[in-house]
Nanobody
Framework: QVQLVESGGGLVQAGGSLRLSCAAS????????MGWFRQAPGKEQEFVTA????????SYTDSVKGRFTISRDNAKNTVYLQMNSLKPEDTAVYYC???????????????????WGQGTQVTVSS
């Protein structure tokens, strides 16, 4: 079993930055592929980004490329999401997710992840 706890959400003006953190426990962190998803009010959950076990490989949805950066510190059992140039359309609850099956082309799908955090709210005002 893996426990994931997100932090770092909040209210920010458009153009601002936030850094989300997700602390993991319960399993060797370096064995987990990590991802971030988000869900805006009235919309379906969507993939944001993922990072491989070593951190060598990342993937981003097109709408955040060049603005968001995912990273991980395996010594601290933590994955980060640095969000710059935030836009009102980035407003959502952001969820951290962990997968045990390794890096695949299907990592944009929520079903590929086995464990989820409780979510943290990000609100971007215009």
């Amino acid at each position: 079993q893996v426990q994931l706890v997100e932090s770092g959400g909040g209210l920010v003006q458009a153009g601002g930055s936030l850094r989300l953190s997700c602390a993991a426990s319960g399993r060797t962190f370096s064995s987990l592929t990590m991802g971030w998803f988000r869900q805006a009010p009235g919309k379906e959950q969507e993939f944001v980004t993922a990072i491989s076990k070593s951190g060598a490989t990342t993937s981003y949805t097109d709408s955040v490329k060049g603005r968001f950066t995912i990273s991980r510190d395996n010594a601290k059992n933590t994955v980060y999401l640095q969000m710059n140039s935030l836009k009102p359309e980035d407003t959502a609850v952001y969820y951290c997710a962990a997968g045990i099956r390794g890096w695949t082309s299907r990592l944009i799908a929520a079903m590929e992840y086995d464990y989820w955090g409780q979510g943290t709210q990000v609100t971007v005002s215009s």
